[in-house]
């Protein structure tokens, strides 16, 4: 079946960079946006970037200049390179995939916390 595999989280220091991985498995890549959310803790899950097939990319506010999405159609993945993280964004990040007028799909998540 489908599935979403994410990768590269961990502890950061605030102000240092991070890229997250997602792996998408048993998909029709191209028919996807792919996307990574957010969700901190107490907080709603909140949309940090998605990226079409034609690598065209839409951010949300609260990360916007400090995140990059990017995605390698021939490997079926899709990334999120962090820098000058801060400590809010600590919590679950969430590969999630759509597709047009379809079905969605959404990874386990990862953790990232950022701390001295």
């Known amino acids: 079946q489908v599935q979403l595999v994410e990768s590269g989280g961990g502890l950061v220091e605030p102000g240092g960079s991070l890229r997250l991985s997602c792996i998408a498995k048993?998909?029709?890549?191209?028919?996807?946006?792919m996307g990574w959310y957010h969700q901190a803790p107490g907080k709603e899950r909140e949309m940090v970037a998605h990226?079409?097939?034609?690598?065209?990319?839409v951010y949300g506010d609260s990360m916007k200049g400090r995140v990059t999405i990017a995605r390698d159609n021939a490997k079926n993945t899709v990334d999120l390179l962090m820098s000058s993280v801060k400590t809010e964004d600590s919590g679950v990040y969430y590969c999630?995939?759509?597709?047009?007028?379809?079905?969605?799909?959404w990874g386990q998540g990862i953790q990232v916390t950022v701390s001295s």
């Open positions: 048993n998909i029709i890549f191209s028919n996807y946006v």
């Open positions: 999630y995939a759509i597709r047009v007028r379809g079905i969605e799909f």
């Open positions: 990226i079409t097939h034609a690598k065209v990319t």
